[in-house]
């Protein structure tokens, strides 16, 4: 699983600005993002001065693509003669074309109209309920994140439907096929789990029951819900295979996260493309210290291992090992399709108790028993001796060279964003502060780490130098400004995932110095113009700014 956004899900974090300044620049980034502001101009050293209504930054040139000078041209050089005389003559340069005056501001006009619409827009859709909904040919999808992530998130299923039908082949029933699949996406974890009464570790699931596909979508890292996205919506299609199954869980996870590892882009056509089965250094590093440990999970256990117990070690393995039967040996490979389609649609031959208790509209469950995935898996790849295969398997993972810091990194952010308590908080801090000892120089190490220095130490002043160092290093970021925010105010710690209480106190109020209020305000009003699309950072500024306008002046 990548944890870095990738530019095609980072285009739906920050598209559009819902306030124009009166002449405006426009930026750039790298991730493909496009920000309106006052001026972007490049100094001595290469990096740019940008200008927003509510500061300045700099901003290192390797976060910017290109910049576009508009509107005010009083320090503009122009690039030729024909430039030369058109700045002469009173014209301005706006969104690639020189307009005179009265033209140039006709179409600021027309902007600004554009944004009030826009901005109209998103505020009657805020509320899931009242969310943008898209039919496409498989799915029923509901959202109130924005109809371009909507838009997103539709092709990419749609784009995964049609890829697992090319490999295993999809054919539901004469009442699935006429049934659109659910799919609901929120604008943030808070909501999602309000809504859905997930415990606190979910990130996203899919109801067997209901056959309904539930998730939230992270501004702030956009890939893990792209991850869950297509790690949860495995199950939807093994579903639609056949729906009254009750998959053996060692199987049904291992398979989900080997699909959802996979690398998303553009093809020459445009259209996305999905390449499953890519390595997951976390899981990997995981699999690799139990192995050194002596710890790790022998295949017989994993193959009959219960529900109750599987948990985060356990999800490791089985991907490790869905991950060397489709890709240490081509025999492996097909073998382990012939046992996919077959234990997917319980085909002929494959033994399978009906529950009487429990079961969906569809029907009783349907459950292949441990024994039986054992058997019908080892006689498809074709093998007799169980301990060989555990050897090849484990000699096969304990060989993948990895970049241990970055490994511990994404296991560590990875831990941040699943975890069910502080015994996992502590691992995911230690993994953390290796990665950054080790040579890691992402922002979101040193955001993530902060995090967990404020929910296992209560250390609000190193979490505070490590939202910084964030800051520092990912300068067009308002997420991690937000935080800063957040911890200069006092107030709860609210991101895409969780939220911390910073004080014992349910009533929120401000606790800040007056010069640390000061820096809040200014934070939170930067942040939500580098990510104006983001609620979650607007609520938290205007809830600022209330505390503020009751705390009155400085005495």
Not at 148 to 156: H, T, V
Not at 190 to 210: I, Q, Y
Not at 488 to 506: H, I, Y
Request: glycine share 8%.
């Amino acid at each position: 699983m990548s944890t870095r956004p990738s530019k095609l899900v980072a285009l739906l974090c920050g598209a559009l600005l819902l306030g124009l300044p009166a002449s405006a620049d426009r930026l750039i980034t790298k991730d493909g993002r496009i920000l309106e502001l006052k001026k972007a101009r490049v100094l001595p050293d290469g990096s740019y001065q940008l200008v927003f209504e509510s500061g300045e930054i700099t901003c290192p040139k390797e976060f910017v693509a290109s910049v576009e000078i508009e509107g005010d041209m009083s320090d503009y050089v122009p690039a030729n003669e024909d430039e030369k005389k058109k700045l002469a003559d009173g014209f301005v340069r706006y969104r690639g074309k020189w307009l005179s005056k009265a033209a140039y501001q006709a179409e600021l006009n027309k902007q600004t109209e554009l944004t009030k619409a826009r901005t109209a827009e998103l505020a009657a859709h805020s509320q899931f309920r009242d969310g943008w909904k898209k039919e496409t040919k498989h799915f029923q999808i509901q959202s109130n994140t924005s109809p371009e992530i909507l838009d997103y998130y539709a092709e990419l299923l749609e784009s995964y439907y049609d890829m697992m039908d090319q490999r295993v082949g999809i054919d539901p029933s004469p009442t699935l096929k006429r049934t659109k699949m659910k799919v609901c996406v929120y604008k943030n974890r808070p909501e999602f789990r309000a809504l859905t009464k997930v415990d606190p570790g979910v990130a996203g699931f899919f109801n067997f029951v209901e056959g309904e596909l539930h998730f939230y979508h992270d501004y702030q890292d956009p890939a893990i819900s792209q991850w869950v996205a297509l790690h949860e919506g495995t199950h939807l299609l093994t579903f639609l295979i056949e729906p009254q199954a009750l998959p053996c869980i060692w199987i049904n996870e291992g398979v989900a996260d080997f699909f959802g590892s996979a690398l998303v882009g553009k093809s020459k056509k445009g259209k996305l493309e999905i390449q499953p089965g890519q390595l997951s250094l976390e899981r990997v590093l995981t699999v690799q210290q139990a192995l050194k440990d002596g710890k790790a999970i022998p295949l017989e256990k994993l193959f009959f291992m219960p529900r109750e117990e599987f948990q985060a070690f356990a999800y490791a393995h089985a991907w490790s090992f869905v991950y060397f039967l489709n890709t240490a040996k081509p025999e492996y490979e097909k073998g382990f399709k012939k046992f996919f389609k077959d234990f997917y649609t319980i085909g002929k031959g494959v033994a399978f108790k009906a529950l009487v208790a429990g079961g969906n509209k569809y029907g009783s469950w349907k459950e292949v028993p441990p024994e039986e995935v054992r058997r019908l898996l080892l006689e498809r790849l074709g093998v007799k001796d169980v301990a060989a295969l555990e050897a090849e398997w484990q000699a096969y993972i304990a060989a993948i060279d990895i970049d241990a810091p970055l490994a511990r990194y994404k296991r560590g952010l990875f831990t941040l964003q699943s975890s069910q308590g502080k015994e996992d908080l502590a691992a995911a801090l230690a993994d953390l502060e290796a990665a950054i000892e080790g040579g890691v120089n992402a922002p979101r190490a040193f955001w993530a780490r902060g995090v967990l220095q404020l929910i296992i130490k209560g250390s609000e002043k190193t979490a505070a130098a490590d939202f910084r160092k964030a800051v520092e290093l990912a300068p067009l970021e308002g997420g991690f400004r937000a935080n800063l925010a957040q911890m200069l105010g006092g107030l709860s710690l609210r991101t895409p995932s969780l939220t911390v209480q910073l004080s014992a106190d349910d009533q929120e109020k401000l606790t800040g110095s007056e010069e640390a209020l000061a820096e809040a305000e200014g934070l939170f009003r930067l942040a939500c113009e580098l990510d104006p699309e983001n609620e979650l950072l607007r609520e938290s500024r205007d809830s600022f700014e209330d505390l503020l306008q009751k705390k009155g002046p400085p005495k």
